[in-house]
Every structure is written in structure tokens, then in C-alpha cells.
């Protein structure tokens, strides 16, 4: 427990470190969002999740403690007509320790290109996309302690300028016991980082318009400046109960601490009725300043059979004056 704590506390202090700016100044803001359907309508209090593909994402240390072999993907229609999508497959490799491969993509489809002079478009189209890959391993400690690293590559791109970077997570889950207390933290997003370059920064420049005889059509390049990642600190804590062979019930919180915005909790419960039927709610980033998020729900179905098992998880979540998203999740264990 003493080196639980400690872990915590130094993540904690490195990230405090590094989190000198707010909202609106880091990219690969895509990062955060939580793929789950399972765990989004837990609130997103996923730091102490273990036995889904997808928790390696809330807590890489969830890695080491994989049930089985598996994939889950994840679709979501998100804000404003984007979609999200994310994949995930774990291996389980024995004494060796677990694997752990995700895909996250997010695209915007098809926008008209308009300026001041025509408004109504110009007649060409963008698309924004992001893309990025992982990679990540765990390891059980022993039985109550396990740790987990991911490393992931991601790309921006809008028309024709794009960015890239790399970015680490690290994650420690403690289970007191089976039935008893876990204690998660991980620090995600940790990276290079980037700035956006492109032929869209390549333009036509005049240095000096009010001089008589100066070419306007020199060729010149803009410079971005370069920004970090969204660095952000969770820690969480969970409790399971077994009320009977029927019933059993999951409480979960998660303190949050990122780089660009403030601090806030998120708090959320499971409800599995016969190990197959499963309900769930939960409120998300309280405390958050001028949040637009809040109140999340969500349903699952599992069947497990002798060797593989099968899921699928759904997810409500309100985002105030940004509407509604909507997340499904389908897994395969093997």
C-alpha cells in the first residue's frame, strides 16, 4: 500500500510539473475521449476497470489483469456529425506478461471550403482527421499489484497540413483483495510536442505593399507554433458487492488533474443482474469548470461461454449545449 501511495504521489507531482497551460493550448484533444460504452456510462470512472480490453486506456496497469484474450471496438456517432471510432486487442502471454494494440480514429467528413469573398463555398472540400496507433504492456506484479506502459503514435490532419506525436501512459492498480478495495492511477498523454506543417502554410507574400514595384507573388511559408499533449493525471478508487449469485454491484469514483483545463471528480455504479444483464449511471467531471458534460447512462448484455465470451455495451452521456453522444462497444473474448 505505502508503495502505491508513493507512485501516486510522484505521477502526481510530475504532472504539476508540466501543467502550466489551460484550456485551448494543447492539441490531440482526441485523446480524450473515453472509448468505453461500458465505462462511459459508469461516468467514465474507469481508473480501477480491469476486466475489459478497452480499461487499458483509463489505466494501462489494467493490462496485467486481462481475464482473457480478446478485441473490442467501439463505435460513436460524436458531436456535430464526427465520427469516432476505436479498436482494441489484448493477448495474453503467461508468465510473460500481457499485450496490449489499439486504433483510434476520428474523422470529420467532407467540409465546404468557404472565405469572406465567397461564403457560400469556393467548391472545394476538407476533411480534419486524426489517427492514432498503441502499443502497450502489463504485468502482475502479484496478486493484488499490477503496472502497465502504452506507447502511442497519433497524426493530425486538416486538408493538406497534418502534426505528429508521441505520447506515453503509466498506470498502477492495487486490489486490496478480490472483493474488496481497488486503488488505480495512471498518467496519460505524456509526450512530445507538435506543430502543424503543410502545404496550406505555403503562400504568396508581399513584405513591403505600399513600395512601388514590389513582386506580390513571392513565395513565403507560415510558421505554427508547437503545442503539448493533453497530459492528464487520474486516480480512482472502486468498490465491488456481491448482494447474492444474482446480483452485483460496482461503486466507482476518479479524481482527475489535467494540464489544460481544471481539476474535477467523476463518479459512477454497475448494476449486473445473472453475470449477463448490466445497467449502469453515473455524473462525469464534476467540479469541472464551465463543464457541458454531466449525467451518463448505459446498458450491457454478456454471454460467457466455456472458452470465449461475448459483449455489447451502450452508452448515453449529456453534454449540455453540445447535445447528447451515444457510444457502442462489441467484444469478443477468446
Known amino acids: 500500500m505505502k508503495r502505491i501511495l508513493l507512485i501516486c504521489a510522484a505521477i502526481g507531482t510530475a504532472t504539476t510539473i508540466f501543467a502550466q497551460s489551460k484550456s485551448g493550448t494543447s492539441v490531440g484533444q482526441f485523446l480524450l475521449i473515453e472509448p468505453s460504452a461500458r465505462i462511459a456510462g459508469m461516468g467514465n470512472a474507469g481508473a480501477t476497470v480491469f476486466d475489459d480490453i478497452q480499461s487499458a486506456y483509463y489505466n494501462p496497469a489494467a493490462i496485467g489483469l486481462f481475464p482473457q484474450s480478446g478485441v473490442q471496438v467501439t463505435h460513436s456517432p460524436w458531436i456535430a456529425d464526427i465520427a469516432y471510432?476505436?479498436?482494441?486487442?489484448?493477448?495474453?502471454?503467461?508468465?510473460?506478461?500481457?499485450?496490449?494494440?489499439?486504433?483510434?480514429?476520428?474523422?470529420?467528413?467532407?467540409?465546404?471550403?468557404?472565405?469572406?469573398?465567397?461564403?457560400?463555398?469556393?467548391?472545394?472540400?476538407?476533411t480534419v482527421s486524426d489517427l492514432a496507433f498503441g502499443l502497450g504492456y502489463g504485468r502482475r506484479i502479484s496478486e493484488q499489484?499490477?503496472?502497465?506502459?502504452?506507447?502511442?503514435?497519433?497524426?493530425?490532419?486538416?486538408w493538406h497540413s497534418s502534426m505528429s506525436a508521441f505520447a506515453v501512459n503509466?498506470?498502477?492498480?492495487?486490489?486490496?483483495?478480490?472483493?474488496?478495495?481497488?486503488?488505480?492511477?495512471?498518467?496519460?498523454?505524456?509526450?512530445?510536442?507538435?506543430?502543424?506543417?503543410?502545404?496550406?502554410l505555403r503562400v504568396a507574400y508581399d513584405q513591403n505593399t505600399d513600395r512601388y514595384g514590389d513582386n506580390g507573388s513571392l513565395a513565403a511559408e507560415l510558421f505554427t507554433d508547437d503545442f503539448p499533449l493533453p497530459v492528464l493525471f487520474r486516480v480512482g478508487m472502486a468498490m465491488p458487492f456481491t448482494i447474492d449469485d444474482n446480483n452485483k454491484i460496482i461503486?466507482?469514483?476518479?479524481?482527475?488533474?489535467?494540464?489544460?483545463?481544471?481539476?474535477?471528480?467523476?463518479?459512477?455504479?454497475?448494476?449486473?443482474?445473472?453475470?449477463?444483464?448490466?445497467?449502469?449511471?453515473?455524473?462525469?467531471?464534476?467540479?469541472?469548470?464551465?463543464?457541458?458534460?454531466?449525467?451518463?447512462?448505459?446498458?450491457?448484455l454478456k454471454y460467457q461461454m466455456t472458452d470465449y465470451g461475448l459483449s455489447f455495451d451502450y452508452a448515453w452521456a449529456d453534454h449540455g449545449r453540445l447535445e447528447k453522444t451515444h457510444r457502442m462497444t462489441l467484444g469478443v473474448l477468446f
Open 145 to 158: 499489484f499490477s503496472v502497465g506502459i502504452q506507447i502511442t503514435y497519433l497524426r493530425e490532419t486538416i
Open 170 to 200: 503509466v498506470g498502477t492498480l492495487y486490489r486490496v483483495s478480490e472483493s474488496g478495495l481497488h486503488i488505480g492511477a495512471s498518467i496519460s498523454n505524456f509526450g512530445t510536442r507538435a506543430r502543424f506543417d503543410g502545404t496550406d
Open 251 to 300: 461503486l466507482a469514483a476518479d479524481a482527475f488533474h489535467p494540464s489544460d483545463n481544471t481539476e474535477s471528480v467523476s463518479v459512477g455504479a454497475e448494476w449486473t443482474f445473472l453475470n449477463i444483464l448490466c445497467f449502469r449511471g453515473g455524473y462525469q467531471n464534476l467540479f469541472l469548470k464551465d463543464s457541458e458534460v454531466g449525467l451518463t447512462l448505459g446498458a450491457g
Open 85 to 126: 471510432d476505436f479498436a482494441a486487442l489484448g493477448l495474453i502471454l503467461g508468465d510473460f506478461g500481457n499485450v496490449h494494440a489499439t486504433v483510434t480514429s476520428l474523422n470529420s467528413g467532407e467540409i465546404d471550403v468557404r472565405t469572406v469573398a465567397k461564403p457560400l463555398g469556393t467548391g472545394e472540400r476538407y
